[in-house]
Structure formats: structure tokens, C-alpha cells
């Protein structure tokens, strides 16, 4: 595991939320729109670049420090889920636990919200899916094998601790994320590699490793994207924090490469180019990712195929 963050960590309960189903345009990654549950906001792991950072600000807090040590806690996502799922169960293809947060803190461990939700799409016959970076999700097999459809994506964008460390400082170890891909993988449960982000200039060689490491471990399906920055305040923590922990000359060549794909900017201009370069240096990782991923047979990240309802429903709709 990764040491925690070396400041105070505060816990603050949120019990006026109103509303825990997110709809959120996803582009082709999954139909168009992902529907989303997040129990937590803010994230222990750290992770400089973070898109979720920009959704600590609307709360007040900074995109900076803050995320890792303010951690927002939503108790009532559970009942809210089940009074939500019950007006709009039959337009409910498919639910994502993972957008602003990853479901499985280590604060899940004692408020087992994440695990409550899944119970009661399991109920709903909803299929779930999950992105997370910690082994934690592995006491929750009994509840996923329970599922209609599930799958357990687990983020691994390096494929040392030591690449990792400047990036995501407090996350597992990646040997623990493996070793909780295979524990699910054993027992049947659908699991795949997110090799994000992608720096441009850093961790393109850990691209086949990566792949091969997560069929070992049992994982059948696979995705990457490109680092994207989403705001200017996580732009200037993340180039902050690698001037802290990387040689200049390091930083200077991830900045000139970032740079050539987003076509002289750190950002990209469009939700469409996000994931997507300018260069024959991308076009040559995306080249080497298909490759590989086709060699060791993995299928990509497919749109979610609906299940049928647990009950009947006559209520509107939400969406």
C-alpha cells in the first residue's frame, strides 16, 4: 500500500444530498453516457492527475492538497440509490461506481457504502461496473458474483511502484493490484486493465508489461487514454508536483511532448481530442497498445448490453 498523505486527513459527512445518479457524457467509451454512483468525494490516493480534482472546487475546496486530505463522505447514497433506481430501474442500462472519487477508500472499509449500493443493483438487476486502484474491492466478491453483469476495471497506468511514485504516491502498490485482478479473475468475475493515463514521454514502454502482467492475472478486457488535464488549477498542480519529484530534464521532456500532442498547450480543446494526439509519437503507442492487446486477446470496453428489470415499473423517469 502507499504511505498516506503527509498532512491531516478530514472527514466531513454530506447528508443533504438529493440526488446520487450521475449522467455523464462518456463520447465512445461506453455507448455515449455513463450513469454513475459515487459514494465519496476526494481521493487519500493522490493522484496528480486527477480530472476529479475540478469537483472539489464546487464544494469549496482546492483541486491541490485538499482532494487527498478532505475527503466528503455521502451515507445517505444507499437509500437515495434504492429511491432513485425505483422511479427509473427500466432506463438504467448500466451503472459505473467510479467518476469523482474511487469506490473503494479505505474509508469504504468501515462505511461500506459502495458495498451497500451494489447489493441493491443486484436487487434491481442492474449491471455495475467498477474502476478502482485498490485491493479492498476483493471483499466485496461475494456481492459481485451476485450480479447479473459486472466487470472490475482496476487503473494500472505503470508497472513499477518507483514509475508510479511521482504520479499517484499513496495508491497500492501495482504487484497488490494484480494480486487482487487474479483474486477476482478466480473466481469468475470479469476484469480488465485501464492503462491510464498514457504521459506522453514517460510510461509508453510499460504498455506491454502492463498488458501482460493482467493476463496473467486473468484479465480479459483492456482500455488506455492519454493524460488529460482538465482545468488550469490540476494543470499547475500536476506540472507543480513533478517539478518536486522529477529531474528537470524529465519534466521539460513530458511538458514538450504533452505539448506537441495538444498542439502547444498542456490541454486538450475538445472532449473529443481528450484521449486523442497530434503526433506520429501517439500514433505509434496507440499502434503498440492494439498490438498487444490483439496478441494476448483482449477486448476492449464494450457498451453495456441492459438486463432485464427484477420487477415491473410504472413510475416516470428521471432521464
Not at 466485496?140 to 459486472?150: A, G, P, S, Y
Not at 469468475?188 to 509508453?204: D, L, Q, R, S, T
Request: with cysteine.
Amino acid at each position: 500500500m502507499g504511505e498516506p498523505p503527509p498532512t491531516k486527513l478530514e472527514i466531513f459527512e454530506e447528508t443533504n444530498t438529493k440526488k446520487v445518479i450521475t449522467k455523464a457524457f462518456a463520447g465512445d467509451w461506453e455507448g455515449g453516457w455513463r450513469y454513475t454512483v459515487n459514494c465519496y468525494r476526494g481521493c487519500v490516493h493522490g493522484c496528480t492527475y486527477c480530472f476529479a480534482r475540478q469537483y472539489h472546487e464546487y464544494l469549496g475546496y482546492g483541486a491541490g492538497t485538499d482532494f487527498e486530505t478532505k475527503i466528503v463522505v455521502k451515507p445517505n447514497t444507499p437509500i437515495l440509490l434504492r429511491q432513485e433506481l425505483k422511479k427509473t430501474r427500466d432506463k438504467m442500462p448500466h451503472i459505473d461506481f467510479s467518476f469523482a472519487t474511487d469506490p473503494y477508500l479505505p474509508l469504504e472499509a468501515e462505511y461500506k457504502l459502495t458495498r451497500q449500493c451494489l447489493e441493491i443493483c443486484t436487487e434491481f438487476g442492474v449491471p455495475t461496473g467498477v474502476i478502482t486502484k485498490s485491493p479492498l474491492v476483493t471483499r466485496d466478491i461475494d456481492v459481485l458474483k451476485k450480479q447479473f453483469k459486472t466487470s472490475v476495471f482496476f487503473s494500472l497506468p505503470f508497472l513499477t511502484k518507483e514509475k508510479s511514485n511521482p504520479f499517484e504516491p499513496y495508491t497500492p502498490v501495482p504487484e497488490a493490484r494484480f494480486r487482487a485482478m487474479k483474486m477476482l479473475a478466480d473466481e469468475g468475475i470479469e476484469v480488465g486493465i485501464g492503462i491510464a493515463p498514457v504521459i506522453p514521454g514517460y510510461n509508453e514502454s510499460d504498455i506491454p508489461g502492463l498488458l501482460e502482467r493482467a493476463k496473467e492475472a486473468g484479465a480479459t478486457r483492456a482500455f488506455m487514454s492519454m493524460l488529460h488535464l482538465d482545468t488550469d488549477s490540476i494543470e499547475e498542480y500536476f506540472v507543480q508536483k513533478m517539478h518536486e519529484r522529477l529531474p528537470p530534464t524529465r519534466v521539460t521532456k513530458i511538458i514538450n511532448n504533452m505539448k506537441r500532442e495538444r498542439g502547444g498547450t498542456l490541454r486538450h480543446n475538445t472532449y473529443k481530442e481528450r484521449s486523442t494526439g497530434k503526433t506520429e509519437q501517439w500514433e505509434m503507442t496507440t499502434k503498440l497498445f492494439e498490438f498487444h492487446a490483439r496478441r494476448l486477446g483482449f477486448r476492449g470496453h464494450e457498451p453495456p448490453k441492459p438486463a432485464e428489470p427484477a420487477f415491473e415499473t410504472a413510475q416516470p423517469t428521471l432521464f
